[in-house]
Nanobody, 125 residues
């Protein structure tokens, strides 16, 4: 079992930045690919970004490319999501996720086995 705890959400004006953190505990952190997903009210959970076990590979949703950056610090068992140029449409609950499996569809939420409780990001116009 892996326990994930997100932090760093909040209220920000359009054009602003936030950095989300997700602290993992319970198992060897480098055994897991990590991802960020988000869910806006009335919408399905959607993929944002993912990073490989050692941090050598990253993949982003089109909406995140050029504005968001996922990274991990394996010494601290933490994954980050730096979000810049935030827009009102980025408003959502952001979830950290982990999988220990060798998945092929990196952007599918059902491929991830462990989830945090989520952190709210609200972007005002």
């Amino acid at each position: 079992q892996v326990q994930l705890v997100e932090s760093g959400g909040g209220l920000v004006q359009a054009g602003g930045s936030l950095r989300l953190s997700c602290a993992a505990s319970g198992r060897t952190f480098t055994d897991y690919r990590m991802g960020w997903f988000r869910q806006a009210p009335g919408k399905e959970r959607e993929f944002v970004a993912t990073i490989s076990r050692l941090g050598r590979g990253t993949t982003y949703a089109d909406a995140a490319k050029g504005r968001f950056a996922i990274s991990r610090d394996n010494a601290k068992n933490t994954v980050y999501l730096q979000m810049n140029s935030l827009q009102p449409e980025d408003t959502a609950v952001y979830y950290c996720a982990a999988t220990g499996r060798a998945i092929t569809t990196l952007y599918t939420y059902s491929e991830y086995d462990y989830w945090g409780q989520g952190t709210q990001v609200t972007v005002s116009s």
